[in-house]
Each structure stands twice: as C-alpha cells, then as structure tokens.
C-alpha cells in the first residue's frame, strides 16, 4: 500500500505559479500511474491531469491544458503538477493519487490511493 502526501500549496496571485509535489512512502511510485485531482468549494471533484508509470504519456484536462504539466521522478518516489497562469477559477484542494491500472483514467473511481490535499488558493 502506498501513502501520499502533498506539498507546494499555499495563495498566490492570478498570472501567478506554484509547483506541486507528492511524495510517496511504502510502494515504488513507478508501480502505479498517477494523477492530479482538484475540488473546489461545492463541486465534484475532477480530474486535473495523469501521467504513465514510464512518464512517455501524460494527459491534462482541457481547462487546464497549456497551463498546467505533470511530471514524475521515480528514483525519487515523486510527482509533480507545475502550475503557471493560474486564475482565481484554479482555486481548490489539490489531491494526488496513485492507480494501479495500466490505461490513465480521468475518473476518479479509478484510482486506489490519495493523498490528504494541499490547498491552492489563487486570488485576483
């Protein structure tokens, strides 16, 4: 089983960035094919964006595409979502979570283990 913890949040400003981090313990991170979710305040969660175990095929959502990337180091048992051009519309808990399936889902149903959050708060 593995446990993930995200870091990186905090405020900024719109136009503004912030790298995300999610470390994890108890599993080799390149076993699983991981994701970035975000749920803002009276909505569903929904998918941000995913990357393979190899890090050779990533996929974002449209809202967020051009803007936001996702990357892994597994030597170092992380991933990443880099966030630039952020606006006040990206303001959620960020969550990151690990599947152990072989096709990226964009469901989150899909995915067996999660972090707690970090909170991203973008103001205008």
């Known amino acids: 089983q593995v446990q993930l913890v995200e870091s990186g949040g905090g405020l900024v400003q719109a136009g503004g960035s912030l790298r995300l981090s999610c470390a994890a313990s108890?599993?080799?991170?390149?076993?699983?094919?991981m994701g970035w979710f975000r749920q803002a305040p009276g909505k569903e969660r929904e998918f941000v964006a995913a990357?393979?175990?190899?890090?050779?095929?990533?996929y974002s959502a449209g809202s967020v595409k051009g803007r936001f990337s996702i990357s892994r180091d597994n030597a170092k048992n992380t991933v990443y979502l880099q966030m630039n051009s952020l606006k006040p519309e990206d303001t959620a808990v960020y969550y990151c979570?690990?599947?152990?399936?072989?096709?990226?889902?964009?469901?989150?149903?899909?995915?067996?283990?999660w972090g707690q959050g970090t909170q991203v708060t973008v103001s205008s």
């Open positions: 979570a690990a599947d152990r399936h072989f096709i990226i889902s964009m469901t989150s149903i899909s995915y067996d283990y």
């Open positions: 990357i393979t175990r190899s890090a050779d095929s990533t």
């Open positions: 108890g599993d080799t991170l390149n076993m699983y094919i």
